[in-house]
Each structure stands twice: as C-alpha cells, then as structure tokens.
C-alpha cells in the first residue's frame, strides 16, 4: 500500500520524501533531498513521520543549502544515539510481533477492535507530556502517550495488521480553550471510512474507574463518520478521507443505541436487576435537555425499584450516557 500522506504530494515533494526516508532510516547523520522551500521541507518531514510512525526517532532537522545547488543539506535531529535507536527499534518490533500475534485470524473489524481495547486498557495518558509520549515507543513501550503516540500506535499495530489506518490532526481553537493539536486516526473496514479516537476513548473509560477497578472499556469514538466526529473535534489541517458513512458505529452495530425512552427505561430495570453499568447512545433526535432530563429520570427510577442508586455519566456530543448501580 502506497503511504497516504506521500500520494497527496507533486512529484518533486514525492522525490524529497524519498530522500528523506532513505537518510532517516539510515540514521545518517546528514543527507542531500530535493532543494524545496523551507516550509514544504517541514511539511514533508511532518508528512513522512505520520505515514511511517516507526521513524519515532527522528523529531527535526536543521539544513544547509548551497547557492547553486538543486539539493540542500538535512541534518536531523535525533532523540537518540545511534546505538540506543537501534535497541530501541529492536524492542518495538519485538513488541509489536507480540502484541499482534493473536490478533492475525482476526477480520478486520475484529482486528480495529482488539488495537482499540489494548489502548484503553494498556496505556495511560500522559500528563506530563515525557517526549517519547509522542512517538510509539510511549504507548507501546513505557505504556504512557498522549494523542500523538497513541496514533501513531494504533496506525503502526493496524499496518502490521494489514488494516489500512492513516492519522488524521485538527488544529487547535483557543477561543474554545483548545490549546493543542489533536491526533486520532481514520481506519478503511468493509470499503468505508471511519474516525476512530481511542485517546478519547482512552480517558473516558478511565473516569469510570480507579486504580483497583479500572472503568469498563468505552467505545463513543469507535467508526464515527464525520458528522458525529465534528460535534466535538476541531477541522482537520491535513488532508485526510471523507468519512460519510454514520450508521456503522459502535453503539450501533452491538444494539446500545436507542430511539424510545421505554427502551432505556428496559435495558434499565435489567442492568439495576444484576447490579450491572451499561453504555448506550441515544438517537431518539437530538439530546436536548428535557428529553436528558427524562431518561435520568427512568434509569434513576429503574434503580429506585431495587433500592439502588445510579451513578450516571454523560458525554453530552455523542449523546452517550454511562450508568451503574
């Protein structure tokens, strides 16, 4: 498979991309490219990382151009000596080959899902934002990453999988108080496109739980096409596929997704029955208030009839609501 990002480029930028990849996976301390601008050169290397996160190794460069030359001078920036990648690269493949391993039978669906839930459960998001948290071997190594390294994670673990995975970045908006770039992923299953967020999903499920009982796995941002996803993530800066297809999410495809109230209210008295949490969506129009209002009110009276409290949590964009008894 041809990599995304090296498709939407012309072809000087496709030869540039090539000269790069060589002289970064040959850790060489400089190499010639292409002579380009500055800034198509930054875009270039920013493109190439996302299509090869394997590259974890490589965070910039510097250049030196020559007045007549068609060529220019990268030096890269490296994270770490030579020796110390190589043992690091040993490592992530190891890791890899091991985590894939039972996943190879898998349908593809099947195999998006197994990446998915090894996030959630494997990694922990990192607030204090180490280095390597950006690249693969946080997630896959130290088990801690932020947005960045647990894309980079899922697209490394889907290409090894043979599941066509791209990352997808939206800017971000400080008039909303987004203060950083966010990174997730689009994945192709069945012919379709579809966002797929496991670092949302990630800190979702984390809210539910503590270090005892970890919370169950959330699946709110598992195959939303882009009408739900850009109910609460910013518009893409790279160009990335059209994800138009809605109806195959999650929720969805395993029957939590309800357009009646006495639905919710069932699936409630059976879940306060066997002292069970559920997660479900709503899709009986738009989650106002009132109608919020009115299913609280079902699944609190559901755990009323038992003597039982609902503790009830809300992600009020996918209109997905979590309770337990």
Known sequence: MEPYYYMQLDKQQQAAYRDMKAGLQALAPSFLVTRLENRVLGDIFFQLRLDCPEIF???????????DSTKVELVPEYLFEKAKIREHQKAMEARIAKLIRPAQALTAWEKELY??????????????????????????GQGVGVCE?????VKVLCDALGVWCVIAICGNNPEKGIKYRHTWNIVRIGGQYYHLDATFDNTLGKHQGNAEAPGEIRYDYFNLGDKAVFRDHEPLIAPAPGCPDNDHFYYKEKK????????????????????????????????TREVLQELLELIRKAGEERQKTARISLNWPQAVIHFSY
């Open 57 to 67: 190794y490589a965070v910039g460069f510097q250049y030196r151009f020559y007045p």
């Open 149 to 153: 390294g647990i894309a980079k994670s």
């Open 115 to 140: 990446i998915h839930d090894f996030i959630c459960q494997g990694v922990r998001y990192d607030k204090l934002k180490k280095p390597y948290s950006h690249e693969i071997i946080g997630p896959l």
């Open 256 to 287: 939590l997704s309800f357009t009646k109230t006495e639905e919710v209210y069932k699936r409630a008295q059976q879940m306060a029955k066997k002292g069970r949490a559920m997660t479900f969506q709503w899709r009986g129009g738009y989650l």
